[in-house]
């Protein structure tokens, strides 16, 4: 299958969100596809498809396209629900795109690294009895 891309824009005529290929669309819109795939890209660091889990339900788009926001705050984007406030900067000056499913992931490994699970604490009830006594 050859790459398409795809242009989506909101109602709202915000900037369109360019997919690369209709697999990442595909693959965006199963939620238990997209958990093997969020699992696999953290098979080092187990804790992290646990809160993705948490925080989306393995979800970066939803069924029209448009990339997943969070209920509580619409800053929070994508899989691992990363806050566009505080990181899309720092994400830009990395050369990661956020909106991207496997910028959102890079991104995601990269805070963790430097600070642990405690960027995704309002989820810890759901994902804390994951996470590993240190």
Same mark, same amino acid.
């Not at 596809?33 to 953290?42: K, N, S």
């Not at 899989?79 to 830009?92: F, G, L, R």
């Not at 050369?95 to 642990?116: F, M, P, V, W």
């Given at each position: 299958?050859?790459?398409?891309?795809?242009?989506?824009?909101?109602?709202?005529?915000?900037?369109?969100?360019?997919?690369?290929?209709?697999?990442?669309?595909?693959?965006?819109?199963?939620?238990?596809?997209?958990?093997?795939?969020?699992?696999?890209?953290?098979?080092?660091?187990?804790?992290?498809?646990?809160?993705?889990?948490?925080?989306?339900?393995?979800?970066?788009?939803?069924?029209?396209?448009?990339?997943?926001? #969070?209920?509580?705050?619409? $800053?929070?984007? /994508?899989?691992?629900?990363?806050?566009? %406030?505080? =990181? +899309?900067?720092?994400?830009?000056?990395? #050369?990661?795109?956020?909106? $991207?499913?496997? /910028?959102?992931?890079?991104?995601?490994? %990269?805070? =963790? +690294?430097?600070?642990?699970?405690?960027?995704?604490?309002?989820?810890?009830?759901?994902? /804390?009895?994951?996470?590993?006594?240190?």
């Amino acid at each position: 299958m050859l790459p398409v891309i795809i242009l989506l824009a909101s109602a709202a005529m915000t900037a369109p969100v360019a997919l690369t290929s209709t697999s990442e669309f595909e693959l965006s819109r199963n939620p238990e596809t997209m958990g093997a795939y969020v699992r696999e890209y953290f098979a080092d660091q187990p804790i992290m498809a646990e809160i993705a889990k948490c925080e989306s339900r393995f979800r970066h788009l939803a069924p029209n396209g448009d990339i997943i926001r #969070g209920k509580v705050n619409k $800053s929070d984007i /994508g899989v691992m629900q990363i806050n566009t %406030y505080y =990181h +899309e900067e720092a994400a830009d000056e990395l #050369g990661i795109d956020l909106y $991207s499913l496997d /910028g959102n992931l890079e991104y995601a490994r %990269y805070l =963790h +690294e430097r600070e642990g699970t405690k960027p995704w604490n309002s989820s810890r009830p759901c994902w /804390g009895k994951y996470a590993t006594a240190k």
